[in-house]
């Protein structure tokens, strides 16, 4: 019998279930990585950002810092204060240096090497001057041109400062997906980021920019109940669940949190065909789910069940072409039936929870989908 939940729904309306909450701080699996430190000076570290040496992976956040933060850590250059170090992971075959941890600190000093604070904006920039400094510094209002200008030794003396950075490489197994715990484990002290942030700053490429697109499919938002997108990314991950398990819920391994690492990792082999197929498949489903069961449909009794989406999203995948005119009420059957209860709200994340859902889902909806 389906019952009221004592669980809440977040903000963003999906169910907080224990066994999702605790899959989520999964602990992480044993790596052998190799970090040394590399002392840049600011001149060398923002000529190898130009040059593309340096990468902020594209879907980290943006830059956030405000013009007197970014300007203080000009400061402490300037009047040689000790500056916290940035991380860096070299990636596997391109040799190129992710920063993992440190990306306001080093935008901050590339802005103002440039001369210009922040990205363009409406087709114009802003000139970078140094602003709340202490009353009376020499640099309050100052570019790093002025500098150059009016104070050459203390020019001399930014330009040669160091940034200590710690770069860490992977030495088996042999992939690059430490990086993703490496990235949760420093950004526990601040505000902490969900797990698919992370790995849009791990795994950029053309799969993940096919999910941030179906998130913005029409009828996604509809089923998923929000028009906007969750800031924290959950709604991405649902999708991501989804082409998981229906790609490869055989090889399935607890905790859910590294088997959708694993494919986010495996999808960098995707071409151009497969990644159309998904794009198709996912919004053939979507439109079946939408058109069969209407808007919300997942939202069974907090917020939005994960457990309850993925299992009837691959359900409805094996043919999302077919209709039948009791499509609504399989469903409330299944959702209604004690034995799938249990698999949608208890140890959700389980191997036999996982392949016994998938089942029972595919059985009672079998003739919709």
């Known amino acids: 019998m389906l019952k009221s939940s004592t669980e809440p ?40 950002f130009r040059d593309d040496d340096i990468r ?11 013009r007197n933060q970014a300007s ?34 080093l935008r901050s000093i590339v802005y103002f090497f440039e001369g ?57 197994p042999n992939d690059d997906t430490s990086i ?51 800031p924290r990314q959950r709604d991405v991950e649902l999708i991501l669940r989804f082409f998981a398990l229906s790609e490869a819920s055989e090889s399935y391994a607890k905790p859910m949190k590294h088997f959708l690492n694993q494919f ?16 198709t498949r996912f919004q053939n489903t979507t439109d079946a789910v939408l058109e069969t069961l209407g808007e919300k449909p997942f939202h069974i009794r907090a917020g939005l069940n994960a457990a309850v989406f993925d299992s009837v999203y691959v359900a409805f995948a094996q043919d999302s072409d077919s209709r039948i005119d009791d499509g609504k009420q399989r469903f409330e059957k299944l959702i209604h039936d004690d034995e799938y209860l249990q698999c949608v709200t208890s140890g959700t994340t389980d191997v036999a929870t996982v392949a016994q859902r998938l089942r029972i889902a595919s059985t009672v909806l079998g003739a919709v989908a």
């Open 180 to 230: 993703y715990h490496v990235f949760e484990r420093l950004n526990t002290g601040g505000t902490q980021l969900y797990p698919q942030e992370i790995r849009n700053c791990v795994h950029h490429g053309a799969f993940n920019e096919l999910l941030h697109s179906l998130n913005a499919y029409p009828a996604w938002r509809e089923v998923y109940g929000r028009p906007s997108s969750d």
């Open 116 to 172: 210009y604070f922040g990205e363009e904006k409406h087709g114009r920039r802003v000139t970078f001057r140094l602003t709340g400094l202490e009353e009376g510094s020499p640099y309050e209002g100052k570019s790093y041109e002025d500098i150059r200008d009016q104070y050459p030794s203390e020019y001399a003396k930014l330009n040669n400062s160091v940034l200590r950075s710690f770069v860490m490489r992977q030495l088996s």
């Open 9 to 48: 729904s977040d903000a963003n309306g999906i169910e907080e279930l224990e066994s999702e909450r605790a899959d989520g701080e999964a602990v992480l699996p044993s790596y052998e990585l190799l970090t040394y430190p590399a002392d840049y000076v600011l001149e060398v570290l923002v000529k190898k």
């Open 72 to 105: 203080r850590l000009i400061d402490s250059f300037l009047k040689g204060l000790p500056v916290p170090s940035i991380f860096l992971f070299s990636e596997t075959g391109t040799e190129k240096l992710l920063v993992v941890d440190g990306q306001q600190r």
């Open 264 to 279: 986010m990792r495996e999808s960098a082999t995707f071409d151009k065909k497969k990644l159309a197929a998904l794009r």
């Open 56 to 66: 902020i992976p594209k879907f980290q956040r943006g830059f956030v810092w405000s």
